[in-house]
């Protein structure tokens, strides 16, 4: 069975990083400079333990007032919003639109109030949305940051690392992104007041210990050999004997931030393996490694029927981090193609559509029709040709789709 999910991450890259958590050697400040070096030339870099850790410390350092408003896309993680939330902020969603994944820009104009204080952009599934409306609507206005959570759209350090005019940009490296180090964030962030506060504040949390980092790798390492469709296959099976939901349980397994204290959790430096693992990672990554998956998510998109369920088909800087589909009848889609041997699933991601404040409620029937009717297709390099056709004529022959 092919898994929902490929680690973006090579065997050889999980053993250094196991020699990584013995190496003493290792200096935080010198990789920290590396990273930064490595990923502008402008003095605006800055690492993190995560894109949640950056968030949540630019919202410390802002001291915006209770009731101030924080405009995201319809779409984002739940910890996202609870660290909104927890700085007593209220949260403005706006809807994306479906074929494009764009950011509907009338109803973020119609969003911005006197209380609007930061504007959240969220670029989803791999694909990535046109910056420059959006930052026109928001330069218009004084006073509103602009952020981009690049989390799922990383394309190697040649490619997109946020728009120029864009207050501050965050890219993950958890464990299930692209390019990934098993955690760490990359941020630019254009102000150098801003940016010298942000370190200042990241800098004086406590450091994750190196055995932490170890055991998260040798996790990853199990969860690597499990990725390979034959022990994948017999794994599921097992788990279903044993009466466990293996979803449940595999989604469990890859969560990095577990617990009810969020902020103490994301509240800590990256050790340094992590740096180092995350530096080895950034430096030989290239827009060629995501060559078979864009093949994949091509090929995918042309033989599919119905182009309209596909949301993002029309954006052409797309590189299909994730691949879902709308469905009219997921469930039974599901489980199709499960008993075909793909592994599609409802609930691939941690991803929710943002719940507004109920005075500042907007239209998010896009965001909501994408959480609720989407089937994440195992679209991805290493699934021979033959296979995704198959997958291809599973779909077509499905209900129709859910648009």
């Known amino acids: 069975m092919y898994p929902r999910k490929n680690l973006d991450i090579a065997i050889n890259d999980l053993a250094a990083a196991l020699l990584y958590c013995i190496d003493y050697r290792l200096d935080r400040t010198r990789l920290s400079r590396h990273l930064e070096q490595l990923w502008s030339h402008r003095d605006d870099a800055l690492v993190a333990l995560s894109v949640r850790s950056a968030f949540d410390a630019l919202l410390t350092i802002l001291k915006l007032p209770s009731g101030a408003e924080v405009i995201m896309s319809g779409i984002n993680i739940p910890d996202m919003t609870e660290i909104v939330l927890r700085h007593h902020l209220k949260v403005v969603p706006v809807d994306l639109i479906l074929n494009t994944l764009q950011v509907d820009s009338d109803q973020l104009i119609e969003a911005i109030s006197p209380k609007t204080r930061v504007v959240v952009v969220a670029h989803l599934f791999g694909s990535l949305m046109d910056m420059e409306a959006i930052i026109r609507i928001v330069e218009a206005h004084e006073n509103i940051l602009l952020v981009e959570d690049c989390a799922q759209a990383f394309a190697g350090c040649s490619g997109y690392l946020g728009a120029d005019r864009t207050d ?67 794994a599921v099976g097992l788990l279903k004997m044993l009466g466990i939901d293996y979803g449940v349980f595999i989604v469990s397994l890859a969560r990095t931030f577990k617990g009810r204290d969020l902020l ?49 088909a029309d954006n052409l800087s797309h590189t299909f981090w994730l691949f879902p589909l709308l469905s009219s009848h997921p469930g039974q889609l599901i489980a199709s193609l499960r008993r075909s041997g793909f592994d599609a699933t409802s609930d691939s991601t941690q991803l929710h559509c943002v719940s507004p404040d109920r005075d500042r409620a907007k239209s998010t029937g896009t965001s909501r029709k994408i959480i609720d009717t989407a089937v994440y297709l195992p679209v991805y390099g290493s699934i021979p040709t033959r296979d995704l056709a198959r997958m291809v004529s599973i779909v077509n022959a499905s209900a129709p789709a859910a648009v």
Do not use: C, E, W
């Not at 692209?178 to 370190?199: E, F, K, P, Q, Y």
């Not at 210990?209 to 690597?224: E, G, T």
């Not at 992590?274 to 990672?281: D, F, N, P």
């Not at 060559?291 to 309209?308: E, W």
């Open 168 to 234: 501050v940009s965050m890219f993950s490296f958890g464990a299930i992104k692209t390019a990934t180090a098993l955690g760490g964030a990359m941020l630019r962030i254009r102000s150098a007041d801003l940016h010298a506060a942000m370190r200042k504040r990241l800098a004086s949390y406590p450091q994750h210990r190196r055995s932490y980092f170890f055991k998260r790798v040798m996790k990853y390492i199990a969860l690597k050999v499990l990725s390979y469709p034959r022990v994948y296959g017999v």
């Open 264 to 312: 103490n959790l994301i509240r800590m430096q990256p050790s340094a393996p992590l740096l180092a693992l995350l530096l080895r990672r950034l430096k030989s990554y290239n827009r060629s490694d995501l060559d078979g998956r864009l093949s994949a998510g091509n090929y995918v998109v042309k033989g599919l029927d119905d182009r309209s369920a596909i949301p993002g």
